[in-house]
């Protein structure tokens, strides 16, 4: 999906929203008019009005309509309502900055949608400081009319990033166990879906329970655990792309909480060992595998930090359910996690500079975040029974489960790492065990 600049249409001079861009683009700037403060006492999302594309009226509503969803489950922008549009604005004229000042807005966008002689598309979109009267930036994307949606995406992560300084992760996918039937008797399929829960589709067909899938974050590759009938819970790793499976790990002995190195190349999981379980990398390539743990605990459910130097688990080595970080190589164990109850399901920050996980205590499950030697323990969300964290690949959201008890069953949510905002990501049914890959641009 091939894009260009569109080229910058300057009527007034840099301030406001420019300014803040200008953080990313060209270092500080010497005073700031307009910054979007994440995480402070005095946070507010940002006004903006995202206008219909003009050109074909189809696909301009759908292609403006995603990013408005988008910038608006961010929990960082508020869309401004149609009906409070002052004008239609033309996309190749500069529009009526005095009557957009008027609704309060800071940022507006607006775009146009075209088909060449072949039926490609042409999206094209123009963001605006509104305060300022300045176009910031442009882009234009060629592609085939079945990318529409996904184009929609890519103008969020332009628009996010030029505004929050953070990275993008509008343009990713998720994938999670979808769970239909009876609690007793649920059928658990491998289902995977754009971010914002379109365009669901079943991996698998629920004849054997999926557990515990993860993302490759270099290949189109999942890992998970399934069991079939008469045989222990194994590792397999399936390929989006080709549908092709693999079984991983000895046939004889129980695979689990598998994870991917950074070059996807190998896997790190639990293999149960009589009443322990000890962590073990694999070489996918040549199906070697070499323990790094071992000893009478549990050990499991380890992730690798994004450089691939350490991985972080979880052990009862000391008694309760900890979280331990050691280098890759099973080296130098050591507990990050301390204060009342359990600490559980870790997962590093594609950022590196937070690890994830669940802690319970007094019958509650809490998402929560610290840094990789454990100070700076925050909690981020708390309720009867929230599990499986894993990151947005900016780093900015954590996306986990919560499961409420009774006949009923999970749901997906996503929380960022402040705290602040907290949003229900959309799935067919009850789903749990949620894992976001990582940026689809160049895939």
């Known amino acids: 999906m091939p894009s260009r600049p569109l080229p910058r249409r300057r009527t007034a001079p840099l301030a406001a929203l420019l300014a803040l861009l200008a953080l990313a683009l060209f270092g500080a700037p010497a005073q700031a008019q307009l910054q979007l403060r994440i995480g402070g006492g005095?946070?507010?999302?940002?006004?903006?009005?995202?206008?219909?594309?003009?050109?074909?009226?189809?696909?301009?509503?759908?292609?403006?309509?995603?990013?408005?969803?988008?910038?608006?489950?961010?929990?960082?922008?508020?869309?401004?309502?149609?009906?409070?549009?002052?004008?239609?604005?033309?996309?190749?004229?500069?529009?009526?900055?005095?009557?957009?000042?008027?609704?309060?807005?800071?940022?507006?966008?607006?775009?146009?949608?075209?088909?060449?002689?072949?039926?490609?598309?042409?999206?094209?979109?123009?963001?605006?400081?509104?305060?300022?009267?300045?176009?910031?930036?442009?882009?234009?994307?060629?592609?085939?009319?079945?990318?529409?949606?996904?184009?929609?995406?890519?103008?969020?992560?332009?628009?996010?990033?030029?505004?929050?300084?953070?990275?993008?992760?509008?343009?990713?996918?998720?994938?999670?166990?979808?769970?239909?039937?009876?609690?007793?008797?649920?059928?658990?399929?491998?289902?995977?879906?754009?971010?914002?829960?379109?365009?669901?589709?079943?991996?698998?067909?629920?004849?054997?329970?999926?557990?515990?899938?993860?993302?490759?974050?270099?290949?189109?590759?999942?890992?998970?655990?399934?069991?079939?009938?008469?045989?222990?819970?194994?590792?397999?790793?399936?390929?989006?792309?080709?549908?092709?499976?693999?079984?991983?790990?000895?046939?004889?002995?129980?695979?689990a909480s598998p994870r991917f190195s950074p070059d996807g190349r190998r896997l790190v999981m639990s293999v149960q060992q009589g009443g322990n379980a000890d962590i073990v990398t694999m070489d996918l390539a040549s199906k070697v595998q070499k323990p790094i743990t071992n000893g009478m605990a549990i050990d499991t459910s380890p992730t690798y930090a994004p450089d691939g130097s350490q991985i972080v688990f979880e052990s009862d080595r000391g008694g309760s359910q900890q979280v331990y970080v050691m280098g890759a190589d099973g080296s130098n164990p050591r507990r990050i996690s301390f204060g009342e109850g359990s600490a559980s399901q870790p997962a590093w920050s594609p950022r590196g500079d937070l690890i994830a996980f669940t802690r319970q205590r007094k019958g509650g499950f809490a998402i929560c975040v610290m840094k990789p030697d454990g100070t700076g323990e925050r909690v981020l969300t708390e309720g009867f029974h929230n599990e499986g964290p894993t990151f947005a690949p900016n780093g900015q959201y954590v996306l986990f489960f919560r499961d409420p008890g009774g006949q009923g069953g999970g749901k997906l949510y996503m929380v960022d790492i402040t705290g602040k905002v907290e949003q229900p990501v959309p799935t067919p049914s009850y789903a749990s065990d949620p894992t976001w890959s990582p940026l689809l641009a160049g895939r």
């Open 42 to 255: 005095a946070f507010q999302p940002l006004p903006i009005a995202i206008t219909d594309f003009a050109g074909d009226p189809s696909l301009g509503g759908l292609v403006s309509g995603v990013v408005t969803n988008n910038l608006r489950r961010s929990g960082y922008f508020t869309p401004l309502d149609k009906a409070r549009f002052p004008e239609a604005p033309q996309f190749d004229a500069a529009p009526n900055f005095e009557a957009w000042r008027g609704t309060g807005v800071q940022g507006l966008v607006t775009g146009r949608v075209s088909r060449d002689a072949s039926g490609r598309l042409k999206v094209e979109f123009r963001l605006w400081d509104v305060t300022a009267g300045q176009q910031i930036t442009g882009q234009q994307y060629a592609t085939d009319p079945a990318n529409a949606r996904r184009t929609g995406h890519l103008i969020s992560d332009a628009v996010y990033t030029k505004i929050t300084g953070l990275g993008p992760w509008f343009d990713s996918r998720i994938a999670f166990v979808d769970e239909s039937g009876p609690k007793e008797n649920r059928r658990k399929r491998l289902m995977v879906m754009d971010q914002d829960g379109a365009n669901v589709r079943a991996i698998t067909s629920g004849e054997n329970a999926i557990v515990a899938p993860r993302y490759s974050p270099a290949t189109q590759d999942i890992a998970f655990m399934t069991q079939a009938t008469g045989h222990p819970p194994r590792v397999q790793v399936i390929n989006l792309e080709t549908g092709t499976r693999q079984a991983v790990g000895n046939a004889d002995s129980m695979s």
